[in-house]
């Protein structure tokens, strides 16, 4: 009888398929030679020498969620954030459970911007405190979030629970408590799979949307730059990514059109590193521009040299790539077992009901 492996191993024995899986795996070589060199001319290396070895006060927050199917069909959710940073080690925590009724696209959706809603009530919290001229870390892109704020609705969720709107009002708090007090806000992205800056790159050679190719930034930045340190032009993001629908209920009828414009960019710290997304509000390289002002914009690369030297002082390899915000990431985590062995039953015990998680999940508890 053969094993998996044996049968994986006969698999790749094939020359076509091993051509074929090495294609997918190098698609960013595939494109044209036109974007090929508009991404080339957009990256910038080697990065440009540290202009301060001074330290500012610095802090870090992150979030993380977990679910539990029941087996009533409902599901409960807790979500958690942390804050570290200069002597401050403060946490939030939150929770509900939501009927059966509820789609599963509704529940994703509740279940992540619960746990946004609570970082940003933390970081606008702490920059209200924090010394002026602090720098405050993020995790995940500002600019992929904005324009996803439209109202949070639907059968089975609470009014009061409208995690989007609130949200929304956290950032407009954050925003206005960075630009008055000088704080300087930089969020940073791991991971990107969004297709925003090839998107950008193509439709400024003047291609319709047609024959633009979906292929995410990661992908574009790491297939062509030859894994040096480095950084791409900044680009300045404004309407571009809001929807039809989310242009009339954010920038129409709300104020998100007069939050600050997000500057974005992609930089890697060092040789063969990942290739991280960090977005700060305009107002953090001295550009007052909102996001009902523009499109997208480029900006001159020297404009986020002084952010880029900021990342560099708490640069620690290939493994921290920030060091508070490397800590803050790892201490926030929300296993499998403390969620099934620690909240459900102390939530269970306040509400005085049963709660049993339906048996697909209870095979796997870690």
């Known amino acids: 009888m053969t ?41 910038h290396t080697p990065l440009p020498e540290r202009t301060s070895e001074s330290k500012r006060p610095g802090y870090a927050i992150d979030g993380s969620s977990r679910r539990a199917n029941l087996v009533n069909g409902s599901t409960m959710l807790v979500a958690q954030a942390l804050l570290i940073g200069e002597g401050l080690n403060e946490r939030l925590v939150d929770f509900w459970i939501l009927p059966g009724t509820v789609r599963a696209s509704q529940v994703d959706r509740f279940a992540d911007l619960m746990r946004q809603s609570l970082e940003i009530q933390l970081a606008k919290d702490c920059a209200s405190r924090i010394p002026e001229g602090s720098i405050l870390y993020l995790d995940g892109a500002i600019y992929g979030t904005l324009p996803q704020l439209y109202p949070l609705r639907g059968q089975g969720i609470p009014p ?10 956290h950032y407009h708090e954050l ?3 960075c630009e008055t007090r000088n704080v300087q806000l ?16 193509q439709k400024r050679l003047g291609r319709p949307d047609e024959d633009i190719h979906e292929i995410s930034d990661s992908a574009l930045f790491d297939g062509l730059t030859d894994g040096k340190s480095g ?9 571009y990514s809001f929807s039809a629908g989310a242009s009339t209920v954010l920038l129409e009828k709300g104020d998100v059109k007069f939050e600050p414009a997000i500057v974005s960019f992609f930089v890697r710290l060092q040789d063969l590193d990942d290739a991280l997304r960090i977005d700060v509000p305009a107002s953090c390289v001295g550009d007052q521009r909102r996001i009902g002002d523009l499109e997208f914009d480029l900006l001159p690369a020297e404009s986020v040299v002084p952010i880029i030297d900021v990342l560099r002082g708490d640069y620690g390899g290939f493994q ?19 969620m099934y062995d620690i909240y459900l039953p102390m939530i269970a ?12 999940e209870r095979r796997f508890v870690e």
């Open 175 to 177: 925003f206005h408590l």
């Open 3 to 43: 094993t998996f492996i044996d049968q994986l191993t006969n698999k790749l024995d094939d020359q076509r398929l091993r051509d074929e899986l090495k294609g997918s795996f190098h698609s960013s070589q595939k494109l044209d030679p036109q974007l090929q060199e508009q991404v080339l001319n957009n990256w």
């Open 231 to 239: 950084y791409s032009t900044p680009f300045i993001l404004g309407k």
């Open 320 to 338: 921290v790539y920030n060091a508070l915000a490397y800590v803050s990431d790892i201490e926030v985590r929300l296993t499998k077992q403390k």
């Open 349 to 360: 015990d306040i509400l005085g009901e049963e709660i049993r998680i339906d048996r697909s």
């Open 186 to 201: 930089i969020s940073i992205a791991k991971t990107n799979r969004q297709a925003l800056f090839s998107k950008l790159l």
């Open 160 to 169: 009061d629970r409208d995690y989007a709107s609130i949200l929304l009002r």
